[in-house]
């Protein structure tokens, strides 16, 4: 059974960076096209990126373009999420997810999903 686990989040001042990583353990041989998501309170999941199993194709919401990249190691079954430029509206809980293929912008559409991390950007 694969799993995933993120880390790295934590309180921020706009304007500021962090570096989300998403730790992939069970099934290390098998690789997955993945997502990253982020909710905040009172509001549904929404889709922050995605990252092709080789990490030559990636995908971003528009308001984080520019600011956020999303990387993969395949070596370490490790996905990255670099944040730049933080914003207040940054703010949620981060998850990453496996995608098991369709439309990358559809939660529903990804299967193991970690426990999230939650990122806080103070004005």
């Known amino acids: 059974q694969v799993r995933f686990m993120e880390s790295g989040g934590g309180l921020v001042q706009a304007g500021g960076s962090l570096r989300l990583s998403c730790a992939q353990s069970g099934r290390t041989g098998s690789l997955y096209d993945m997502g990253w998501f982020r909710q905040a309170p009172g509001q549904e999941r929404g889709f922050v990126a995605w990252i092709s199993k080789s990490g030559q194709t990636t995908d971003y919401a528009d308001s984080v373009k520019g600011r956020f990249t999303v990387s993969r190691d395949n070596a370490k079954n490790t996905v990255y999420l670099e944040m730049n430029r933080l914003k207040p509206g940054d703010t949620g809980v981060y998850y990453c997810?496996?995608?098991?293929?369709?439309?990358?912008?559809?939660?529903?559409?990804?299967?193991?999903w970690g426990q999230g991390t939650q990122v806080t950007v103070s004005s």
């Open positions: 997810a496996a995608h098991d293929g369709g439309n990358h912008l559809n939660s529903g559409l990804y299967g193991a």
